[in-house]
């Protein structure tokens, strides 16, 4: 069993600047693939980020690419998401999420589906003004 606790959710402007923090109960953290997802008003959840167990392999949607960085420290039990050059589309509620087995992949398919992560943060809420 893992709980995340999602926080450093706010108000920005567009152009800004925020890094998102998910804390996780539990020993076997480092065991776990990490995904970041959001969901805007109105629309369906939906994937943003993903890292593996260790760290050294991520994977972004391409809206958020080139802007957004996902990362990890194990001893911490922490997953970060640092959002630069935010921009109104990006508002939404933003949660961390934790998948079995390590890896957010397996050969060329990549897993980006709500279904396929097994535990969940309540969300924290990032809003960009224009």
């Known amino acids: 069993q893992v709980q995340l606790v999602e926080s450093g959710g706010g108000l920005v402007q567009a152009g800004g600047s925020l890094r998102l923090s998910c804390a996780a109960s539990g020993r076997t953290f480092s065991s776990y693939a990490m995904g970041w997802f959001r969901q805007a008003p109105g629309k369906e959840r939906e994937f943003v980020a993903a890292?593996?167990?260790?760290?050294?392999?991520?994977y972004y949607v391409d809206s958020v690419k080139g802007r957004f960085t996902i990362s990890r420290d194990n001893a911490k039990n922490t997953v970060y998401l640092q959002m630069n050059s935010l921009k109104p589309e990006d508002t939404a509620v933003y949660y961390c999420?934790?998948?079995?087995?390590?890896?957010?992949?397996?050969?060329?398919?990549?897993?980006?589906?709500?279904?396929?992560?097994?535990?969940w943060g309540q969300g924290t809420q990032v809003t960009v003004s224009s």
């Open positions: 890292i593996d167990w260790s760290g050294s392999s991520t």
């Open positions: 999420a934790a998948r079995r087995g390590g890896t957010y992949y397996r050969g060329s398919y990549y897993y980006t589906k709500n279904y396929e992560y097994d535990y």
